[in-house]
């Protein structure tokens, strides 16, 4: 059971208020993280803990919404896998140890 708040949200500093606006915005960022975000930028404007909280649950209400209206497929060795897969070649300089299956040297 959760329990009221006595103290106020402390003023943000700038840089805060900054780096939280970036996150709020990220479309790469976790779900987790902008969510919070949201809501200490929310309460620092000046609404309550409450409001805060329902904006929050209605965003992520429309963003699961949104997600199942348009649902990625999962494919086997899809775009991710061949991206990583190229990396790691990449790294590795297209030496043997990138390869799948090992290749004999010598015959």
Known sequence: MSRAAKDGLR?????????LERVRQASSERVD???RARAVLAVAA????T???AEIIQW?????EGWNA???PFVW???RWQRRLRARQH???GSEAALDEPQAIAA
Request: glycine letters at 10%.
């Open 11 to 19: 003023p943000l500093t700038s840089e805060e208020w900054r780096t």
């Open 33 to 35: 993280r902008v969510r």
């Open 46 to 49: 000046g609404q309550s803990f």
């Open 51 to 53: 409001q805060a909280h």
């Open 60 to 64: 992520v209400e429309d963003t699961v």
């Open 70 to 72: 348009a649902p990625t």
């Open 77 to 79: 060795h899809g775009k």
């Open 91 to 93: 790294r590795l300089g």
